[in-house]
């Protein structure tokens, strides 16, 4: 199983960012998948995911109204559509699927993660 990560970038507050998630070697329809973020010194955190079907998401609260998890099964991709940003967003952002299926906010119910793509807000 593999999840390609891609398009951080540098980007100044108020902007927007667009990430892309590839995944390949698992059934992705079946997968619910979820977005991270881990900024130095401190522990990876929920920011947003998204079941299955893609019927259902939810949201962590510091980033909800801006940014929106979307998924596409037939190009096997995750996106996070990353708008308002702030300098407080700034992370290294990781991709990962679940076998469950459902909406998980918590790290340990994803099965597979991805490498991981740099966001960096700043003016």
């Known amino acids: 199983v593999q999840l390609q990560a891609s398009g951080g970038g540098l980007v100044q507050p108020g902007g927007s960012l667009r990430l892309s998630c590839a995944a390949s070697?698992?059934?992705?329809?079946?997968?619910?998948m979820g977005w991270f973020r881990q900024a130095p010194g401190k522990d990876r955190e929920f920011v947003a995911a998204?079941?299955?079907?893609?019927?259902?998401?939810y949201y962590a609260d510091s980033v909800k109204g801006r940014f929106t998890i979307s998924r596409d099964n037939t190009k096997n991709a995750v996106y996070l559509q990353m708008d308002s940003l702030k300098l407080e967003d700034s992370a290294v952002y990781y991709c990962?699927?679940?076998?469950?299926?459902?909406?998980?906010?918590?790290?340990?119910?994803?099965?597979?993660w991805g490498q991981g793509t740099q966001v960096t807000v700043s003016s």
């Open positions: 990962a699927a679940s076998e469950t299926g459902g909406i998980n906010w918590a790290a340990w119910a994803y099965d597979y």
């Open positions: 070697g698992l059934t992705f329809s079946s997968y619910s």
């Open positions: 998204r079941n299955w079907s893609g019927s259902t998401t």
